[in-house]
């Protein structure tokens, strides 16, 4: 991987070469500081993370229907910030100060838990952090975007993700190591979560630059003489066929998504995990994830980011059929961590880029959240219904009915697409 120390990227039309051919855009610095700072935010959420679903269930006896509501709940609270943070960026041409903002929220919110520990603080505390991610995520997607090639989006996410997900990696690892040395010291995990947000809102406020999406599209506008539309509403360009028909797929597809917290209890309810070990599923699926986010995105921008999102979902048809498999089997649960990574590392890097490439630039925030909140409210009738069908028939059939249904939706979903037009259907 090639660092660039800029924040431009060239001109559309124009790439480099090297010796007569054209050559790969390094990917920019800024992309690879906020990958930094990702890796640092997910260390902080997930090594607190990691014990919440057991813990609610097992520790607090919530049933399946229950959690299924808890955790839907958990991935739509952040919905209308997640606009609002995408929409404030776009608006205020400053997503960095709207990202710094989320990043601050959630580190704030981890001092909470070193003073008031309990149920209820932790699922309060995991909620505002929520709302923290929601604020931040679409403007931190922004300036990846806006310091990236245009022909390199996919890359350039995935190399983001990369660095997310090793976060999300030693999260849980650190948190079973401290777990393992003080049994049941839940305050020493959410010291490491204190200390880890806290690096993570340092490295955006004093190393990540201040990029202006809008203003350096409307200058290239300017200079290479082109109209530049500023009057054009928001709303009329995110209703463009090619961006609404992504929008519609992502969400068809999210009615049928489990979180993998969700799927990881389907794998412990059937093979008797004991606690301790829990956190290393999240290891396990962030691993695979972590090998599999920079070469996804190559494809996804060689062969159409739309397209490798759809067919990203039957990595998690496997997963699902994994889960439900025969009980105490090593390799299927070993399987469905495999795969659950690779859907992530297919999906969810891939649709913010397939979205950024759809509409200008000076709505991409707004773009991007309404993709994700898209994702995010269909994901939470998945959970519910999911937790209801789990508590008629059983985890293992109900992990069965979801990955046919599945099945049926991702096709639907590639023809939806396939006849979308625009740059953002063929990309």
């Keep these: 991987m090639y660092l660039a120390d800029r924040h431009r990227p060239a001109p559309p039309g124009a790439p480099a070469t090297r010796g007569g051919r054209a050559a790969r855009a390094p990917v920019a610095r800024t992309v690879i500081l906020l990958g930094l700072v990702s890796l640092a935010t997910d260390i902080s959420s997930e090594s607190a993370a990691a014990v919440l679903p057991l813990y609610l269930t097992a520790g607090l006896g919530l049933s399946p229907l229950a959690y299924g509501l808890v955790d839907g709940l958990y991935s739509a609270a952040s919905v209308v910030v997640r606009y609002l943070g995408g929409w404030l960026a776009d608006r205020l041409d400053r997503p960095k100060q709207v990202a710094l903002t989320g990043y601050t929220v959630s580190a704030l919110a981890r001092t909470v838990l070193l003073w008031l520990p309990g149920a209820a603080v932790v699922a309060g505390v995991l909620g505002v952090d929520r709302l923290g991610k929601g604020l931040r995520t679409a403007p931190r997607d922004v300036l990846i975007a806006a310091s990236s090639d245009p022909g390199s989006l996919g890359r350039s996410f995935g190399v983001h993700r990369a660095l997310d997900t090793t976060g999300a990696m030693l999260g849980p690892l650190l948190a079973f190591l401290a777990l393992w040395a003080v049994p ?16 993570g809102v340092a490295l955006l406020a004093l190393l990540v630059p201040d990029l202006r999406p809008a203003r350096a599209a409307r200058t290239a506008d300017q200079h290479t003489g082109a109209a530049v539309d500023v009057a054009r509403p928001t709303v009329r360009m995110l209703a463009e066929p090619g961006f609404a028909r992504l929008v519609g797929a992502a969400g068809l597809l999210g009615l049928l998504t489990l979180s993998d917290a969700f799927i990881y209890l389907v794998l ?39 397209r490798v999102m759809v067919v990203g979902h039957l990595f998690l048809v496997g997963a699902y059929v994994c889960a439900s498999g025969p009980v105490g089997s090593l390799v299927l649960g070993a399987g469905c961590l495999l795969l659950l990574g690779a859907f992530y590392a297919s999906t969810d890097g891939v649709l913010a880029a397939a979205a950024a490439s759809v509409v ?36 293992g059939r109900a992990a069965l009915l979801m990955a046919a249904l599945l099945a049926v939706v991702v096709p639907v979903a590639w023809l939806l697409l396939r006849s979308a037009p625009g740059p953002g259907a063929r990309r």
């Design 268 to 306: 412990q309810d059937r093979n008797d995990l004991a606690a301790l070990w829990f956190p290393l599923l999240f290891v396990g699926t962030n691993l695979a994830y972590l090998a599999l986010a920079v070469p996804f995105g190559r494809v996804a921008d060689r062969f159409g980011r739309a």
């Design 184 to 199: 049941e010291d839940y305050r020493l995990v959410f010291v490491i979560s204190l200390a880890a947000a806290v690096i």
């Design 360 to 395: 200008r630039p000076e709505v991409r925030g707004s773009a991007i959240a309404t993709a994700q909140s898209a994702v995010a409210l269909t994901r939470l009738a998945a959970a519910v219904v999911f937790g209801w069908t789990w508590t008629l028939v059983g985890p």
